[in-house]
């Protein structure tokens, strides 16, 4: 809208009425401010759609887009920390000789009772071996191998009783983990179970596989059963192996969690420490050797004191069949042991006499000895294992 000015030349009244009439054509503020509002409200809905509009299709896209990295990183580092933490990281193995390295009690059984070191077969008509494998990978050169002598003899039963097992077990979570493979074309279930908890089952091959087997809230109900202090493996029923079947297992390992770590053995000198605790053979390492040297005798007898290197799990019994153990004086004579019987002890010393039928100088000093091939397995040995 254009003004129109009045100069200096103009009447007063022309002037008064020029002012009016621009006056006039001064738009109306209700114009003005309708015009303004249906412009804001067009432009301002349009640029709120559009912004919504922009705001749904970008959020929709950064949010699945966020998602989708959230879920792939995730999942790979996840990945990455279980892979990492399985590989790197080992629990405490819970077992005692699981890797079966430690035999005390001799390398082949063919009835059911304590075989190797802390494990026990607990079924007849089975035949245990002490063998060497050649897998590679494992940390463990041996393994324990259990064989049927007899056509539907029963099933293959091994376990391991824990001591003070409602401590150890009742109520956590637990992985055991193991090698084992089919021997003499047997490729029927195999069983796991920890504690009374249902065990789950695996089938067999005549290659080493590496199993592993979880266990949420382990029930330990059962406590008459043997089997169920511990870890318990079986063959079923219905796919028992016949004769000259069986299987071999190796690197046992029994964990709190659910996630099965890496097998890592002991040194010798400390998994056969741990296995002393439950049963001590002297000869096991001292072989034919002279080992106790303060046998005082009567003319008939005498006494000594064995000391364990280790305090044993209870005041052990004695046991052997003693007929290739002498008591020899200090000429060198050796008379054969008639019977040797445990006095009182502790669990870190026993007494014990020996009866010979020859005559010996009473008050002297003899020597306790093996003689055979060594080592010897049978002769003298201290039992404290869980029954």
């Known amino acids: 809208m254009a003004y129109e000015y009045i100069y200096g030349s103009d009447t007063v009244e022309e002037g008064t009425r020029k ?25 301002g809905t349009t640029t709120l759609n559009s912004a919504k509009s922009y705001a749904d299709t970008v959020g929709t896209n950064t949010l699945n887009s966020a998602k989708s990295y959230a879920d792939t990183v995730g999942t790979t580092t996840l990945n990455s920390a ?12 819970l ?44 940390c463990s050169k041996f393994a324990i191998k259990l064989t049927k002598t007899k056509d539907n003899g029963g099933n293959i039963y091994l376990h391991q009783a824990l001591e003070d097992y409602k401590t150890i077990l009742k109520g956590k979570t637990l992985t055991v983990s193991f090698w084992a493979i089919g021997i003499g074309g047997f490729s029927g279930y195999f069983g796991v179970q920890i504690g009374n908890t249902n065990g789950t089952t695996f089938n067999l091959t005549n290659k080493w596989t590496k199993y592993q087997y979880t266990v949420k809230g382990v029930d330990t109900s059962a406590e008459t059963d043997i089997r169920r202090r511990g870890v318990f493996f079986y063959s079923l029923g219905a796919n028992q192996p016949q004769t000259g079947q069986g299987l071999a297992i190796t690197e046992v390992k029994l ?20 296995c002393q605790r439950y049963y001590y053979n002297p000869l096991f390492v001292g072989g034919g050797y002279p080992y106790l040297a303060e046998l005082c005798t009567t003319t008939n007898g005498g006494a000594f004191v064995m000391k364990f290197p280790v305090s044993m799990r209870a005041v052990p019994t004695l046991t052997g069949d003693f007929s290739s153990l002498y008591i020899k004086n200090n000429a060198g004579t050796a008379t054969a042991v008639t019977t040797i019987k445990r006095g009182d002890g502790t669990t870190q010393a026993v007494g014990a006499t020996v009866t010979v039928n020859a005559t010996f100088t009473a008050n002297q000093f003899y020597y306790l000895q093996y003689r055979s091939s060594c080592p010897n397995y049978k002769t003298l040995a201290f039992d404290a294992e869980i029954y």
Do not use: C
């Open 19 to 43: 002012i009016n009439q621009n006056f006039l054509q001064v738009p109306v503020a209700e114009n003005v401010l309708t015009e303004a509002n249906n412009y804001a409200d067009t432009v």
């Open 95 to 138: 077992l005692i000789n699981g890797d079966f390295q430690i035999w005390q009690k001799g390398e082949s059984f063919n009835a059911a009772g304590y075989t190797a070191d802390r494990w026990r077969n607990a079924q007849a008509n089975t035949a245990v071996t002490k063998i060497q494998h050649s897998q590679e990978g494992l």
């Open 82 to 93: 279980k892979t990492y933490a399985n590989t790197t990281f080992s629990n405490p193995n």
């Open 255 to 274: 964990e709190y969690g659910e996630v099965a770590t890496p097998f890592v053995p002991r040194m010798y000198a400390e998994e056969l420490a741990m």
